[in-house]
Nanobody
């Protein structure tokens, strides 16, 4: 079982930036994805990156969020710029054997890191 630990969340004003990190315990060639869930909402896919560095993004975050990975550090990052109050949520990383933005394709999840954006 792969262990995933997110960090980097916090409180920022609107327009601010944060970089989230997700450290994973072992490298198995998985694709890694970032998701978020706000209270009362369904889990929302944000971005994913495969073992070759190929990326894809949800339309709502294109141009503001960037996913990257450091294979040597076993870490995936989510750089978030120009944050808005509606970005407030719990952010999760997850691992999948598929290159997908569908949360159902992911079977290893971290516990999340909270992001709060004030107006």
């Amino acid at each position: 079982q792969m262990q995933l630990v997110e960090s980097g969340g916090g409180s920022v004003p609107s327009g601010g930036s944060l970089r989230l990190s997700c450290k994973y315990s072992v490298y198995r060639g998985h694709s890694m994805g970032w998701f978020r869930q706000a209270p009362g909402n369904e889990r929302e896919a944000l971005a994913t990156i495969d073992s070759d560095g190929r990326t894809t993004y949800a339309d709502g975050v294109k141009g503001r969020f960037t996913i990257s990975r450091d294979r040597a550090e076993r870490t995936v990052y989510l750089q978030m710029n120009n944050l808005k109050p509606e970005d407030t949520a719990m952010y999760y990383c997850a691992a999948s054997t598929s290159f997908s933005l569908d949360a159902r394709a992911y079977d290893n999840w971290g516990l999340g890191t909270r992001v709060t954006v004030s107006s």
